[in-house]
């Protein structure tokens, strides 16, 4: 008898795993870009690397006169960034003197369900400022193109194609 609910309980699980727990929606793709601006803005490196898939693979541009730069990288390139930035972030605390903020924002553009409803592509915006309430230290601006998916209740990034974008 413990056997066959053990059997039923398996098979609900699994059922589940693979049916409504993948299936991504544009409330889930929202609910992804909130938390991870809710991340950058909590500096909870953990909580943003949780957000991308292990799978991740990203890539970046910064068109240049004479040639731009290009950068790509998995999940483990991404994770490794985000301390990265938070350093930064202190250093030029340190070096104007004042305590520094991270604010993430975006603005998604398109959001483009697949047909078995396992992706969502989206096209967005974003900005990265860092800076005071009275100044700006830094802007880093992109427009990307994002897969979503979502795996076992939580969405998540597949992959991430950025431009970066001169501030002006």
């Known amino acids: 008898m413990r056997f066959a609910i053990l059997l039923v309980l398996l098979g609900a699980t699994v059922?589940?795993?693979?049916?409504?727990?993948?299936?991504?929606?544009?409330?889930?793709?929202?609910?992804?870009?909130?938390?991870?601006?809710?991340?950058?803005?909590?500096?909870?490196?953990?909580?943003?690397?949780?957000?991308?898939?292990?799978?991740?693979?990203g890539h970046a541009s910064r068109p240049a006169p004479g040639g731009g730069v290009e950068e790509s990288l998995d999940k483990a390139g991404a994770c490794e960034s985000l301390p990265r930035l938070?350093?930064?972030?202190?250093?030029?605390?340190?070096?104007?003197?004042?305590?520094?903020?991270?604010?993430?924002?975006?603005?998604?553009?398109?959001?483009?369900?697949?047909?078995?409803?396992?992706?969502?592509?989206?096209?967005?915006?974003?900005?990265?400022?860092?800076?005071?309430e009275q100044r700006l230290v830094l802007l880093?601006?992109?427009?990307?193109?994002d897969t979503v998916i979502r795996e076992l209740g939580r969405e998540k990034f597949l992959t991430s194609d950025a431009v970066l974008k001169t501030a002006p």
């Open 86 to 132: 938070l350093e930064l972030k202190r250093r030029l605390s340190e070096q104007i003197g004042e305590e520094l903020y991270i604010n993430a924002d975006y603005e998604i553009r398109s959001i483009t369900l697949s047909p078995n409803g396992k992706k969502a592509t989206v096209e967005v915006d974003t900005e990265l400022r860092i800076g005071t």
């Open 140 to 145: 880093l601006r992109a427009t990307e193109t």
């Open 15 to 57: 059922a589940y795993a693979l049916g409504p727990a993948r299936k991504i929606d544009e409330a889930g793709v929202h609910r992804l870009y909130r938390a991870y601006s809710q991340g950058m803005l909590d500096e909870d490196s953990a909580a943003l690397c949780r957000m991308y898939d292990d799978k991740f693979r």
